[in-house]
């Protein structure tokens, strides 16, 4: 009923950028946050940013400074504009977000984008 589709991965030399999408779609009353984590082989998925409803940006302590969570309610869309990407910012990024559709408020969470940082 509710998707989020992320686009934008890849695959990138260190200090580059990479600007990732992801687009919620279907019967959404409301988005009340949405955010992004990544997650390596054999380890737990780590929160990278996230915008709460009514409340400012927060970021972990390794991309602060370098990556910008951004929201287009209009859209329905998040970005993460990641900038002088490093080896260790390799990883599968997943968008995550709390939708109201009618009555229920749920956690959904997209497909994963690969995003590699190698010369």
């Known amino acids: 009923q509710v998707q989020l589709v992320e686009s934008g991965g890849g695959l990138v030399q260190p200090g580059g950028s990479l600007r990732l999408s992801c687009a919620a779609s279907?019967?959404?009353?409301?988005?009340?946050?949405m955010g992004w984590y990544r997650q390596a082989p054999g380890k737990a998925r780590e929160l990278v940013a996230i915008i709460p409803s009514g409340g400012s940006t927060k970021y972990a302590d390794s991309v602060k400074g370098r990556f910008t969570m951004s929201r287009d309610n209009a859209k329905n869309t998040g970005y993460l504009q990641m900038n002088s990407l490093k080896p260790e910012d390799t990883d599968v990024y997943y968008c995550?977000?709390?939708?109201?559709?009618?009555?229920?408020?749920?956690?959904?969470w997209g497909q994963g984008t690969q995003v590699t940082v190698s010369s």
């Open positions: 279907g019967s959404i009353f409301s988005i009340n946050a």
């Open positions: 995550h977000a709390i939708i109201r559709v009618g009555y229920s408020t749920t956690t959904y």
